[in-house]
């Protein structure tokens, strides 16, 4: 008889519709309300005549935005949000009195033929400028505080800390004490639970630090760095539409989904073999519910302890069967405690949409990283043997 599980890993996964993604919204032009004040201007000079264009100079003011006059006074630090309208960026700049008014930014802006191109990030400004002087700072690379740092896909947290410490000069204890509470950081609990029985790794940020190049804002402490990084895990995945796939499709949970992908993402020396080294994790977990035998399980356990990892060929059967690993795969059935890494994209969608097949093994076989894949224990010492040839240390 054949159960839900089997049936949902051999159908293939319905494609999903195209996304379009709406630009981000532009200042408001300022058309409309030039066209009052200049009707007004109109009817007043009919009625007043010639002679009274005088008074126009007089009461011009009531037409023109408030503004500052020069490059200002003292730097400030200005921080322009994503997506922000020049409306918004105008607020923002009222606030911090590097403009006098919004008006005359949007004004200022709609002037600069590239006034409408101002990015998000933040900005060394002045107080008290004219919004013409604060258009052109705003669109100068050399006004933008940058604080680049990338965390590369399959990098385990503390790997990620050690990065964030070098990049920011934040402490990577900060980072540790940080990361201890992930639901403060904006992990949400239902990513705990797990659907095949077994404990979850509670308490753990492992797999929720979405690995990207970010910028992040000039002294940022370690829970508003790491809860950048969750934002954006939560953002990938709910694009992905993660949650529903894998709950509806898979008939697993998206912590078990997130764990194969943190596994999938460790094992493969390619993108494109993702999604068959995801398969291999399903049918060894679920359909022949067996130990998974995935080394990098043990890696990730060395790196708990601050070691260095090793090549699959170099790792002792004491280090592969160590008991006091919780990790480990090498005796248990089924997935490990929790995610062992940061997946990046490729891994997430290869967990929520594996390759159909039967493969129960695989091994990588050449020095670019291709893998081999099997159903049966001969057909994988084949490939083992091709592997050694092409020197790999496994033989």
Request: one cysteine or more; proline letters at 6%; hydrophobic letters at 35%.
């Amino acid at each position: 008889m054949i159960d839900e599980l089997d049936l949902a890993f051999d159908e293939q996964a319905e494609k999903g519709r195209p996304r379009h993604r709406r630009g981000s919204r532009g200042g408001k032009g300022k058309g409309g309300k030039s066209a009052v004040a200049f009707l007004m201007v109109f009817i007043l000079l009919g009625v007043l005549g010639v002679g009274g264009y005088l008074g126009y100079e007089k009461i011009k003011g009531f037409f023109t935005a408030a503004d500052y006059d020069g490059s200002g006074t003292d730097e400030v630090l200005v921080t322009i949000a994503k997506n922000a309208t020049l409306t918004e960026i105008g607020n923002t700049l009222v606030d911090s009195d590097v403009v006098k008014s919004t008006a005359a930014f949007t004004e200022a802006a709609d002037k600069n033929p590239k006034g409408k191109n101002i990015q998000s990030g933040s900005y060394k400004l002045r107080k008290q400028m004219s919004a013409e002087s604060a258009v052109t700072l705003l669109l100068d690379p050399k006004s933008r505080v940058v604080t680049g740092v990338t965390i590369p896909p399959g990098k385990t947290a503390r790997q990620a800390y050690e990065i964030l410490t070098k990049a920011t000069g934040v402490p990577l204890k900060d980072f540790q004490e940080a990361a201890k509470d992930p639901g403060e950081l904006g992990v949400p609990d239902f990513w705990y639970n797990r659907r095949d029985g077994k404990k979850a790794a509670t308490g753990s940020i492992e797999g929720f630090l979405f690995p990207d190049t970010y910028e992040f804002p000039p002294k940022s402490t370690a829970a508003e760095i790491l809860t950048i990084m969750v934002q954006k895990f939560i953002s990938v995945t709910t694009e992905l539409k993660f949650v529903d796939k894998v709950q509806n499709t898979l008939s697993v949970s998206p912590y078990e989904a997130l764990i194969v992908a943190s596994l999938s993402q460790a094992e493969s020396g390619t993108t494109g073999d993702l999604p068959k080294i995801a398969r291999v994790a399903y049918n060894r977990a679920y359909k022949e519910k067996m130990p998974l035998q995935f080394d990098v399980t043990t890696n990730y356990w060395l790196d708990l302890q601050e070691k260095d990892g090793k090549h699959s060929g170099k790792m002792t059967t004491k280090e592969l069967e160590d008991p006091k690993n919780p990790y480990t795969t090498e005796l248990r059935v089924g997935l490990p405690l929790g995610p062992i890494n940061s997946p990046g994209e490729a891994a997430l969608k290869a967990a929520e949409a594996p390759t159909a097949g039967p493969w129960l093994f695989f091994v990588a076989v050449d020095k670019d990283g291709n893998s081999a894949f099997a159903t049966t224990n001969d057909e994988h010492n084949a490939n083992i043997q091709k592997a050694c040839r092409n020197g790999i240390p496994l033989c």
